[in-house]
């Protein structure tokens, strides 16, 4: 409690800014980026349209060998990123128990802040709280590829959909895509953190540089989910499908 408060007065009011900031502006856009993905569209609505007219294919396919090893494609990346999160967090928990070494050679850093062994353990806890957050998203985005790979396995055969009629197929590829679709929403989740940390390290050399950072990162987001040409050369292709 004592280390808390002298946390609380400790920590300069700039600091304090580019803390604010940080939150702020990774809440306000994870927000606002799903509002205007409904009004404008984004990178993510694009392929989740992908995802649902695959799916609304699986219904027409005899034999769907080539749908499950896709699901299992897309689940290995994922997979990859949870273990590779898990070794980042492992080397996060060492350093935190030898913050005074650590905090040292950062001072040998040129640029790098001169700051006290609180600050420095605190900087240390928010990279710990970032990754702690995208493993949990990578594991349940695993999670949710697995339920799609269950919706496929479990689809009834492609006859039952033809006598079924058009309802039945637009059933199952809402449920299955949106299945899918919440799979990559997650695993979005989890790299959109993973740039979040590159904005936190930066906090290492000055909270000046943290702000620019953050307001660095959220550019890039805004970039690549609206203004990127993959998304230009989607919805062409929405337009153009007959």
């Not at 269950?150 to 492609?158: R, S």
């Not at 197929?169 to 449920?175: I, P, Q, S």
Request: glycine fraction near 6%; hydrophobic fraction near 55%.
């Amino acid at each position: 409690m004592d280390r808390l408060l002298s946390l609380f007065t400790t920590l300069p009011a700039a600091d304090w800014a580019a803390l604010l900031l940080f939150f702020f502006g990774w809440i306000g856009y994870a927000v606002q980026a799903k509002r205007l993905s409904e009004s404008h569209g984004s990178l993510l609505m694009a392929t989740n349209r992908e995802r649902r007219r695959w799916m609304l294919q699986v219904t027409y396919r005899e034999v769907r060998v080539i749908d499950g090893v896709v699901v299992q494609s897309l689940a290995t990346s994922p997979s990859f990123f949870a273990s590779t999160t898990i070794l980042i967090i492992g080397g996060l928990l060492a350093l935190l128990g030898a913050s005074d070494k650590a905090s040292e050679l950062v001072r040998e850093l040129p640029f790098a802040a001169r700051t006290s062994a609180l600050v420095f353990d605190l900087k240390l806890v928010l990279l710990c709280g970032i990754f702690v957050y995208a493993f949990f998203r990578f594991t349940w985005s695993m999670r949710q590829y697995t339920f799609g790979a269950l919706l496929v396995a479990a689809a009834p055969d492609h006859e039952h959909f033809a006598k079924a009629g058009e309802a039945a197929r637009e059933a199952f590829a809402n449920r299955a895509g949106r299945i899918v679709g919440l799979a990559a929403e997650t695993f979005n989740d989890g790299l959109r953190a993973y740039y979040f940390a590159f904005a936190a390290v930066a906090w290492f050399f000055s909270p000046w540089t943290f702000m620019a950072a953050t307001a660095g990162v959220i550019t890039i987001l805004y970039l690549r989910e609206f203004r990127s040409d993959v998304l230009a050369v989607l919805k062409e292709e929405t337009l153009n499908e007959p």
